[in-house]
């Protein structure tokens, strides 16, 4: 008969636990010591015993389950995690020796945010490759039941990461773990332990930032943990051709896969000459060439999908520069035609003072429709004007003689009504035509932004 010495965590690791559940542990020691003792005296499985938490049996349902895929009760088994998709997998190996999915567990918390944990305190939760076997298992945990990782491994220690006491475990509260439901921890623990029983000495989990399928490695290919998930999945890639958990060593200060040498792999040194099954080789390498070139399709598309709103962006800001310019421009034009009317007015006012000054006031005659003077009017007093030369100031016989037989009146009169006569009527036109000049101008401007 196989016992299960599944033993608790000594006081040094017991940091994560409150000091008020000190006392509770060394009963919880206590009472699962005396469990045991039951155990090997009457010679029941320990998965027969419902009594204490950490020996509650597989649910039936599981069970049934492993039947259906093939699966012994007592098989290996292999935990996979992901963050962003906060998920833990419980992988087991069938009859033929390849690894199912049995089952999947949500992760209630956990801390940090995607990437390795580097320190102690960071309050990071780890990625990598970790081996759990019985003596990190603790039935007397004060979150519920646990096990620890085993961080920092040997690749983590080759970096100077430091760190301890990082764990899956219950009550669903995370300070750099992976923390479940009490009810999912129980099922992990149940299997992982008649896995125990069954001979396994130590399961694999794999700890992911993400699924790492060529999708999210484009997604995070900024990322300056890229070099690091590349490796990470090149473990994941071993496991996913094969349908085994990879044999994971540590040299060069990175993990390799199903490597056999005959040196030794030592974490922070060189790595030696070594060799992985040319099958399995070649399995990984044909997928990771597919995936590369995935990603690259992938990369290549979002940088198009981003020049091309960057144009779009480019484009919107050109056209609404345009329109607010445009519109500044209308303004400017709009205020210098309300000028025109005053500066027309102020010259007429000026020739009309002129004529006013130098030979008195010269009477307008009113005018009728179309130009012609009413029947009945009175025809104005004529009245000797001044040359036009004497505004200027000089005067000659020939100008004076000639200008004395020609009167101003008339003049002064059709310049009195220039500015609501013909001549206002020729200005104005001139004005709206060069603001249909502008207009169509404009519209070609915009339309040359627009293609």
């Known amino acids: 008969m196989m016992h299960d010495p599944i033993r608790p965590m000594p006081r040094s690791e017991r940091r994560c636990e409150p000091r008020s559940n000190r006392r509770r542990t060394r009963a919880g020691l206590a009472v699962a010591s005396a469990l045991l003792g ?9 998965s027969d015993l419902g009594t204490a938490k950490h020996l509650a049996p597989v649910p039936s349902g599981l069970e049934r389950k492993m039947a259906r895929l093939n699966m012994d009760k007592r098989s290996p088994i292999m935990l996979r995690i992901y963050k962003e998709d906060d998920v833990l997998e419980v992988w087991k190996r069938d009859k033929s020796g390849k690894y199912k999915l049995l089952e999947n567990y949500e992760i209630c918390a956990w801390s940090g945010k ?9 309050r990071q939760a780890p990625e990598g490759f970790y081996t759990v076997g019985r003596g ?8 519920y039941l646990s096990f620890d990782l085993g961080f920092p491994n040997a690749f983590d220690r080759s970096l100077g990461r430091t760190g301890s006491h990082l764990m899956v475990h219950g009550d669903c509260s995370s300070r750099g773990c992976y923390a479940m439901e009490d009810q999912a921890v129980g099922e992990i623990y149940a299997l992982a332990r008649e896995a125990f029983m069954g001979g396994q000495q130590a399961f694999q989990v794999q700890a992911f930032p993400f699924r790492m399928t060529p999708e999210n ?13 590349e490796n990470l999945k090149e473990g994941a890639d071993h496991f996913e051709v094969t349908g085994v958990a990879p044999k994971v060593d ?14 030794r792999f030592t974490a922070a040194a060189a790595c030696p000459d070594y060799q992985v099954d040319p099958s399995v080789e070649q399995l990984v390498a044909k997928k990771r060439t597919d995936d590369l070139e995935k990603r690259a399709t992938i990369v290549a598309r979002a ?3 981003d020049d091309r709103e960057k144009a779009w962006e480019d484009r919107e800001e050109a056209i609404a520069g345009f329109f607010s310019r445009a519109r500044a421009d209308s303004d400017e034009t709009k205020t210098g035609a309300g000028d025109a009317p005053s500066t027309e007015a102020a010259a007429t006012a000026t020739a009309t003072a002129t004529a006013t000054g ?34 200027a100031g000089t005067t000659t016989p ?36 060069s603001v249909a000049k502008s207009s169509r101008g404009l519209f070609r401007s915009a339309g040359k932004l627009f293609n």
């Open 38 to 46: 039951a155990v090997l005296l009457t010679g029941c499985q320990v």
């Open 114 to 122: 995607l990437g390795p944990k580097l320190k102690e305190g960071d």
């Open 136 to 143: 990190q298992m603790n039935p007397n945990s004060s979150y």
């Open 217 to 229: 490695m484009a997604k995070h290919a900024d990322s300056e943990n890229l070099a690091f998930w």
């Open 250 to 263: 540590v040299c060069g200060k990175r993990y390799v896969f199903n490597a056999s040498t005959s040196g």
């Open 303 to 305: 940088k198009i999908r």
């Open 358 to 391: 130098a030979g008195g006031a010269v009477p307008v005659p009113r005018q009728a429709p179309g130009g012609q003077r009413p029947a009945n009017a009175s025809p104005a007093p004529a009245a000797p004007a001044p040359a036009v030369a004497s505004v």
């Open 398 to 433: 020939e100008t004076e003689s000639r200008d004395a037989q020609a009167p101003v009146a008339s003049t002064a009169g059709a310049e009195a009504t220039a500015p609501l006569g013909y001549a206002a009527e020729d200005d104005d036109a001139g004005f709206f035509s």
